[in-house]
């Protein structure tokens, strides 16, 4: 069973855009793309571990604001040719609550 | 039920269609494949390495049959076509099957041409074509001695290499008197034989093949002057033919190739056809870069797309034969109305030659140093006006000065250890490796994979230089305006003035209008679209920091650990008691783990957090100091000397116009980051020309600089004009900037932008037209009404963009 906790409301973060939670193992970035999907991941980049929620949303997408490297967001993988698999977390929303769940999917 | 989509010919301009159609819509046809020969697709372009030994068959494979299965696509190799039935919709083959299409594509690519020589069918005449034409000459190397290559084009001298590398005697008999005359002069054709005969080739020139000697194989070749010259091996490469074998049996619409219109549309609707076997508006390709340009507008019709047009390529040879450097572009031979440039020097075994026309580059050949190939083609295309660096155009774009790879400009001599790209610490072996194994063949496939030349830019040349040396003969660069990014096919200026015409006044918007092939776009426009928006109307769009990099939406650098760096603005470098101490109060406060002084005279606050980034700019702005955009593709910094008012030498008040200059344009987007500097005299110590725009005041007034710039390349400012008084510095330098904001592309800097619409260009507009000057430096200051106001203290008092800085909330253990 996963454990949902609220984290905020929708309209706390804006389309295309990213807000941090601070959690026991670094922070996760949650993720608002332009068709209100939300997506959380471990922000750290798999490349050099820049911070990905300053990067770029686009799509289902987020550029890493460092090597700009594309990360998709609904699996966590580099896009190709670069390499790499970063953490994500369940999350949804609940009439307009964001609940995370801190149990990696990936 | 899917559509039938039947391609014949499994080619490499047939394959690459088919991947780019399966990118764009993987699930729309039943694809089914015919190959003349035994085996998947393979990389034509490195045959010549397969004959001279480097690489093995396998190692030049790009889809071996399992690809074929996984994409869901039928292969029949050994199939020959024999007819098309248009009518019926159906291909027959050989064997009597017939297969129904609802779209057929045809990439039938060329045959040699085979000279009807008498004995032209004898054991050992063979051609330089595909795998099986390679086996044949290897074998005959292991057991034969003597080998003749009939013509002395690219084709040609590549196979007699090869068979000389396989230990043969080879004779290279040409029609002409001078080797590959479609791509050299005589000088460097000359150059390029002197070469090669040093290896041991052995060249019969303006030399007429009269009959093929032998009974039951080939054992020479009897010319017209009577000289016989003993072979037991043949290979004709005089040329090729496009392939309109079947086009011609049913029918279809073809002149030298099939007749295609830049949809790459037969006159059949139902029926494509791309590479080597096609004429597009009467030109038939051989180079491969045209063949996948072709592909990637075929794929768009074929998944009905319907937006791609191809409009035929330019294009330059840089290859390399068998160890020498040559480059050829354009008409380079030239007539009465055109120019030569020239530059020999034989000793060294380089040859430069320029064609030019009114001041634009025509054509060119290169041979020995072929570094500025690529430079000079991209000239030739833009039609750049060269006048302006005549002088010193045959030196190069290195004359420039360079840096980031030791001045390396030699891909054949250079080690693979050898680093070529300066950015990303890629050698010269991963990028050779990773175009053999990937088989790539465009520089952005090389830079994705490899990261070379992805940062910066600066070692571009040298990478196109190790991939034509690395793909051999066939290499080209592709020949196509630059889409501003993969979302559209629209270049930076076609957008630039769309936004305009239609009225187009945020970014979804104008993706809907123009057809943007994303929902929102990616990392490469958005930025783009901002900027453009935002100069296109002041005052009235409204910034979309969602669209802009995160640097200019956290109003610092960000740093490699994630922190960020603060600058606040010193107006023309000069700062206060006051202003120091509120600095070193903030570094205590917030313990920074750095103060560092910049090079553009201001005081850089390193390591700070983000979620501590708007406390700091409170109590800098509480001293008084606002954002100094040091992060910015914005006006950067005005640097000044002394000046007059303390400096023995200074003729002018540096500091003062310095300041002034920072007044009218702090807050101003631009195209690229944008620096000033005064000097107060040609001592020149605010270093103002290698600046954007510098100012060197001298004792009866001031010289006018532009685009220069440190960094990777180092440019040095061309002079702009002198002008008199301290309003004129202001007016042309607002003028300028204005210009440089409307018509550079986002992200080129003032040094390439000039060096692309030339030096003139900018006078015309600054200097010489007085309206066009006051009229750009209206508009400047207008658009300057809306956009000097401090980011940072905006930040700090609107609760909204405060909020983002910090984190959401905290959560413990799962």
Redesign the interface.
Known sequence: MS?W?E??TLS??????S??????DG??A?IRT??DHLFAVHDRCPH????LS??????HKV?C??H?W?IDLSSGQAQA?DEGQVACYPVKLENDKIL????KSR | MKQKLIVVGNGMAGMRTVEELLELAPDMYDITVFGAEPHGNYNRILLSLVLSGEKRIDEIMINDRAWYDEHGITLHTDAKVTQIERGTKRVLTRDGRAFEYDRLLLATGSDPVMLPLPGHDLPGVVSFRDIQDVDAMIKAANTYKNAVVIGGGLLGLEAANGLMKQGMDVTVVHLMDTLMERQLDVTAGAMLRANLESRGMKFALSAQSEAIMGTDRVTGLRLKDGTEIPADVLVMAVGIRPNVALAADCRLHFERGIVVDDSMLTFDPSIYAVGECVQHRGTAYGLVAPLFEQARVCANHLAQLGYAAYKGSVTSTKLKVTGIDVFSAGDFVGDDSTEDIVFNDPGNGAYKKLVLKDGQIQGAVLYGDTVDGAWYFQMMRDGTDTKDIRSSLLFGQSHLGDSGHGGENAAAAMADSAEVCGCNGVCKGDVVNAILDKNLFTLDEVRAHTKASSSCGSCTGLVEQIMASTLGGDYSATDKEKPLCACTELTHEEVRSAIVREDLKTIPTLMTSLNWKTEDGCPSCRPALNYYLLCAWPGEYVDDARSRFINERAHGNIQKDGTYSVVPRMWGGVTTPNELRAIADVADKFKVPMVKVTGGQRVDLFGIAKSDLPAVWEDLNNAGMVSGHAYGKSLRTVKTCAGEQWCRFGTQDSIQLGIDLEKMTWGSWTPHKFKMAVSGCPRNCAEATIKDFGVVAVDSGYELHIAGNGGIKVRVTDLLCKVETEAQVMEFAGAFMQLYREEARYLERTAPWVERVSLSYVQEKIVIDEDSRKILNERFLHSQSFAQFDPWKDCCTDADKRAEFEPLTEVGQA
Request: neutral net charge.
């Open positions: 454990k906790i984290i905020g706390d973060i804006p389309r295309q855009g807000r941090i939670v601070a959690g026991p922070n996760i949650v332009e068709d050099k571990h820049g911070p300053q990067g770029i949303v686009f799509g550029a604001p460092l700009n594309s040719p995370l769940s801190m149990e």
